[in-house]
């Protein structure tokens, strides 16, 4: 069964930190994987899509990576603010003839001012 | 360039009812997903069409139904409401089927609380 896996579940960190957040899943065979941002009661919003055969992506202060051999996605945020404070959810997809995401649990981050 | 639309916004209805949702893509996206997330089992895969078509189906039970329209609109509906389908649901629509190659783009949600 693929799994995606979110640690840590919740960050608090201070205004102008640099953060990592962490997505691990079980399928070796994964096709792309795409970080969202939701607010609350939100939609989500697509943040940045990692091809398969990509290692990185990069856009303003996120960036992006992804290690199929070990299982294991980073999001990285510079300078972090605290419009940054949301919900952040990464996906995978499995490929094929299909649009289907499994998604992580997410990581809620608060920055403070 | 409109976003994805999703009405209504928020439901209230009662246990036994019966609800449909909307669904309208981004203007020449032909594949919509659907999607329940829940404080408990977070976001979970309902189904997906494309072209009028459902290509995929999460595990749900019979109750949920979805349809596609000729202009790729779609809905989903919900029948004889139990008190655990209260969700936030959430619609995707993206380009074409490609294995999520293509960036999915999500509409604002409709919130459903069933009393």
């Known amino acids: 069964k693929q799994e995606v896996t979110q640690i840590p579940a919740a960050l608090s960190v201070p205004e102008g930190e640099n953060l990592v957040l962490n997505c691990s899943f079980t399928d070796s065979a994964i096709y792309n994987l795409q970080w969202f941002r939701q607010d609350p009661g939100k939609g989500l919003t697509s943040l940045l899509l990692?091809?398969?055969?990509?290692r990185e992506q990069t856009s303003g202060r996120l960036n992006a990576s992804l290690d199929k051999s070990s299982g294991r996605s980073t999001l990285y945020i510079a300078a972090s603010q605290p419009g940054d404070s949301a919900t952040y959810l990464c996906a995978m997809s499995a490929g094929g003839a299909t649009n289907k995401l499994i998604f992580g649990t997410g990581t809620l981050l608060a920055v403070q001012p | 360039k409109a976003g994805v639309t999703q009405t209504p916004r928020y439901l209230i209805k009662t246990r036994g009812q019966q609800v449909t949702l909307s669904c309208s893509p981004i203007?020449?996206?032909?594949?919509v997903s659907w999607y329940q997330q829940t404080p408990g089992q977070g976001l979970q895969f309902l189904f997906e069409?494309?072209?009028?078509?459902?290509?995929n189906k999460g595990n749900f039970p019979g109750r949920f139904s979805g349809r596609q329209f000729s202009n790729s609109r779609s809905e989903m509906n919900v029948s004889t409401l139990e008190l655990g389908d209260s969700a936030l649901y959430l619609c995707?629509?993206?380009?074409?089927?490609?294995?999520?190659?293509?960036?999915?783009?999500f509409g604002p949600g409709t919130r459903l609380t069933v009393l």
């Open positions: 069409y494309f072209s009028e078509t459902q290509r």
């Open positions: 203007s020449g996206h032909r594949s």
């Open positions: 995707a629509s993206s380009l074409r089927v490609a294995g999520g190659t293509d960036t999915q783009y």
């Open positions: 990692i091809q398969s055969s990509q």
